[in-house]
């Protein structure tokens, strides 16, 4: 076994072209504001030109194929571009973005190789954003259950309907939704799977006023929209997987979103909380002396290593060809309950500063204060932690007569 | 995903292709030589204990697998040890092994002379000698502070007074690694002492405990080139040292366990019809059994990942504490889940999920409990 990434001496040299690289290319004066609401046009289009250029150089989505715009890298790559990213606090892509993770990876699944080469390449280079458009007032999590339609119009589809909870402040380029395509077949069987222009006539977008959209490092949605589809005329080409297929290719990304991807970087949140704690005074001495909070941080620090260990396992999973099981909405099961868990810790810990981000009262700039709401939200995007469950269930075959099987991730 | 042009030292949470091949050999042994019937007549407080199964254990050779080659073992990887002691942990395969061929093993290692060495890990590897760590007393923890039995040194003569208490496999030591206090320096070292020896009493604990005893020392003979490393100073500072590294194999054990449970628990939910349907379509029964997944592969990567660590030599402290907290508390957890599952059947003796239930409540504590643990992390965290 072998837990971390062993760096090569080429993997070595290869962080120091991108640390070269970065310093060369990062614009100057990007900031990371604790909610993400708070992200500026201007700070947005920094990230945005940081993107393009790590697109340029194929390291925006690393590991996609060359002849699509992505890097052709392998995870050795990946990680280290994650981890150069991560050291001047950002992700990668730099930005709220559900086309290469998401909608990217159904395409490169389900496709046609005409729609691979005409979508992908602008998203793999950092060209355009996409939203994806998912839930609707009668599907969150039955999301089959999506009542907006495309009716076939000759060469086109004609799209109704609105969704809910979709993307991010600052607008997207291209928008990726599931609509029912055949009104009298069979549930799973009455969708379709459109790539659409977000400037096409008849999309409204209206932002939502929630409790908080969270997110990480400045690539976190700060807003969420509600979008109208009112009579919008979209080619035909641009249906993937073909007509009534939609569920087979959503099951992809839904695999991603489920945590089946991996991930290994750590979360921020949790660095910022032990950083507080160990250099903030309270009575005379460190919070982190506390024999209270200290019980609770190192309550955080175990779970939060589980969730790291999954995670790990997931990522290596994923880039061995491992088909997995269980395993993705395993971990995000798991970090969502830690996430919800250290809102309350937050509490016990910091009291009432936890509940603003006034500069003087609030704690960690912010960040804790915007946790403590973001600890609750996060629990539903991309499957409530009772639907991980279900689908857990489903996999480690008690929940069904037949095993699940987890979505094809290509 | 295109080839790599790193083509090594990929990150790899796979075994190897000889682990895989140790695993499987371990658990067809498990399943031959301790079948459930034999595990429950172990266990049972009347029945004698069946000699056969052992013996064929000892013949293997794995119990020498963490001791060194040039001292009569297999020398092995921790990552190796995890293996071997995850499949004897799905028994779960009584000791003691842990507690000797691991935990005594260790600790002569780290603070042993050669002589001692070469006396003892031999025949510790072959089984023939049976060195229990005799540690805790009757206020139960794993400190330094803990330990009052006594050792007055006269020449090369030891007098020992005191008692050990809560001792895991006690009972079947043929050598007691006993943590005592120098009378003259106050030093807290280990000596051996055969278990047999006068003025010695070994009494089995009744109750829901496992494998654990209490041992009454009067007056009791040892000798002086037994204190490991000849002298008491350091040889609290080698045990703790042992018990760093014991412990991630302890964990593994407690996957083992958790692992069989999880099975018996998927099992259930899948043929246990009630209301006309497998118990497994309740939402309710599905919460217990992923709830008790999660504690399994909580306890599985936390325990792997600090081996992984002893075996290339990181630092690892926090790994280990991390590890004991999260196994045993996972095993526990793990075995009240499927209590859950199970009802009234799970509370069968002959069913054999309690064999599992008694050994999570006594190994929870077995090597410091998840308080004790959690402090530990604490402070190797720096907070």
Known sequence: ?410 | MADSYFPEEKMDLSLTPEQEMLKTAVRSFVQQEYPKETLLQIASPTEPTPEEPWEQLINTGWLGILIPTEYGGEGGSFTDAGVLFEELGRGPVPGPHISSAVLAALTLLEGGTEDQKLEWLPRMATGEVRMVAAITEEDFGWLESDVHLTAEQTGGRLTINGNKSYVFDGETATHLLCAVRSADSNDVGLVIVPADGVGITIRHLPGFAWNQSAIEMVDVAADSINIIGESFAGGWAALERAELKTIPVLCAYQVGGSQAVYELSVDYSRTRHQFGTPIGRFQRVQDQVINLLNALDAARWTAYEALWKLDIGRDSVDSVHLAKTVASEGYYEACNFAHEVHAGVGSMTEYGLTLHTAASRTLYNYLGDPKFHRRRLADALGL
């Not at chain 1, 954003?129 to 495309?150: C, H, I, M, Y």
């Not at chain 1, 009455?190 to 096409?200: P, Q, S």
């Not at chain 1, 260990?309 to 999973?317: K, T």
């Not at chain 1, 704690?363 to 600890?375: D, L, Y």
Request: aromatic share 8%; proline share 5%.
């Open chain 1, 1 to 410: 076994m072998d837990f971390e990434p062993q760096y090569t001496p080429e993997q070595e040299e290869f962080r120091q072209e991108v640390k070269a690289w970065m310093k060369e290319n990062m614009p100057p004066g990007i900031v990371h504001p604790a909610d993400p609401i708070d992200l500026t046009e201007e700070q947005y289009q920094l990230r945005r030109e940081f993107g393009r250029r790590l697109g340029a150089k194929g390291w925006l989505w690393s590991t996609s194929a060359t002849e699509y715009g992505g890097g052709g890298l392998d995870v050795d790559h990946a990680i280290v571009l994650e981890e150069e990213a991560e050291a001047a606090g950002l992700t990668i892509p730099p930005f709220y973005d559900s086309g290469g993770r998401l909608g990217g990876a159904s395409i490169v699944v389900w496709g046609t190789e005409e729609q691979k080469k005409f979508f992908l390449p602008p998203i793999f280079t950092g060209e355009v954003r996409t939203w994806q458009l998912l839930s609707e007032p009668e599907a969150g999590s039955d999301l089959a259950n999506v009542k907006s339609t495309a009716v076939k119009d000759g060469d086109d589809y004609i799209i109704n309907g609105q969704k809910v909870y979709v993307g991010s402040s600052l607008g997207c380029d291209y928008m990726w939704t599931l609509t029912v395509t055949d009104t009298e077949a069979k549930r799973h069987e009455n969708l379709g799977w459109f790539m659409i222009d977000a400037t096409l006539p008849g999309i409204t977008v209206q932002p939502m006023d929630l409790l908080i959209s969270g997110g990480e490092s400045g690539a976190g949605s700060g807003v969420k929209n509600t979008v109208f589809f009112d009579n919008v005329r979209v080619p035909a080409f641009n249906l993937i997987g073909g007509h009534n297929q939609g569920w087979k290719v959503a099951t992809t990304h839904l695999e991603l979103e489920h945590g089946t991807g991996g991930r290994i970087s750590r979360n921020p949140v949790v660095d910022r909380l032990f950083d507080y704690c160990r250099t903030t005074n309270r009575r005379g001495q460190p919070v982190s002396k506390d024999e209270d909070a200290r019980e609770k941080l190192i309550d955080v620090h175990i779970e939060q290593e589980i969730v790291r260990l999954f995670q790990l396992r997931n990522y290596w999973m994923r880039h061995s060809g491992i088909s997995t099981t269980y395993e993705g909405p395993q971990a995000s099961y798991m970090r969502k309950t830690l996430g919800l868990k250290m809102s309350r810790h937050i509490l016990d810990i910091l009291g009432p500063a936890s509940l603003t981000f006034d500069p003087e009262l609030g704690a960690s700039e912010g960040h804790m204060e915007a946790h403590s709401r973001a600890g609750i939200v996060a629990i539903h995007p991309g499957g409530t932690t009772d639907i991980q469950k279900v689908i857990m269930s489903r996999r480690i075959g008690i929940g069904r007569e037949v095993r699940e099987q987890a979505g094809a991730l290509g």
